[in-house]
């Protein structure tokens, strides 16, 4: 399995996203440029300019018409995916982090870092099908808890919303009116701040990383937690196989410690466990700094992940792993 190097990013990766079909790849950045990528070849098709920061996560439209990226610039933009003009500026008081797209894409959810003396939260835009109708204006306002929210995300039928983060614990809302439905306990929960958070392709079920270190697979509905996924370094990316019952796990040490890390090249894997048993099934090394983003195909046969490195690192599958037993 030869990986495909793409190197387009002049700073530290932070997102990667697929669109539904599975032929293109978005890749998010601190260096203010959102890329799009054809996911077979790695050949590089543009860059989404107009953001005046680092760009911490993006998602795109099931026709993969629209882009929505958030950004440390204080902005969640639209971009029109085929052009790469942008399309509306949702302007905040603080950074923007997380973004996400409802099902159907008439909604959007975005939350904000603390910042000064405003908390983090959590915003719910209505997202015009006519960019010329766009409003800033948010449907609903989440007024979060304590440290950053990392991640939000929409549960079954846009009913509910989910979040984690600095905090540790992960949250369900009702995304009609705002109220906290569900939180995770702390005996079960992550003990450190949650990274990063992945929906398997139904729904069902959702996976967060996290600096204690492990992986926790989660109910969306009831909020109990499943399985749990040890490491022996902090997890900053998660994803979900699509096809088989494989999670991946992707990190390493903060930047500011990686001095202290093994000399040898290559040290930073994405290690693969079965999803259902625990065990460890492999791993796949090459990147030179921790692994920041991780993506699956929607096809299941390929996958990619961004590090501190700058590179993304795009892997097809070589037939022997679709035969792997445990």
Known sequence: MRPILMKGHERPLSFLKYNRDGDLLFSCAKDHNPTLWFADNGERLGTFRGHNGAVWSCDVSRDSARLITGSADQSAKLWNVQTGHQLYSFNFDSPARSVDFSVGDKLAVITTDPFMELPSAIHVKRIAN????????????????????????????NTTIISAGEDAVIRIW??????????????????????????????????????????????TRSLTLIKTYVTERPVNAVAMSPLLDHVVIGGGQDASA?????????????????????????????????????????????????????????????????????
């Open 174 to 219: 009702d995304s009609e009116t705002g109220k906290l439905l569900k939180e995770s306990d702390k005996e079960s929960g992550h003990k450190k701040t949650v990274t990063s958070l992945a929906k398997s392709a139904d729904g069902s079920h959702f996976l967060t990383g996290s600096l204690d270190k492990s992986a926790r697979l989660w109910d």
């Open 258 to 326: 990686v001095t202290t890390t093994d000399h040898r090249a290559g040290k930073f894997e994405a290690k693969f466990f079965d999803k259902i048993l625990q065990e460890e099934i492999g791993g796949v090394k090459g990147h030179f700094g921790p692994i920041n983003a991780l993506a699956f195909n929607p096809d299941g046969k390929s996958f990619s992940s961004g590090g501190e490195d700058g590179y993304v690192r795009l892997h097809h599958f070589d037939a022997d792993y679709f035969a792997i037993k445990i």
């Open 130 to 157: 006519d960019p010329t109708q766009q409003i800033g204006e948010s449907v609903l306002l989440i007024k979060g808890p304590q440290g950053r929210i990392n991640r939000a995300i929409w549960g079954p039928l």
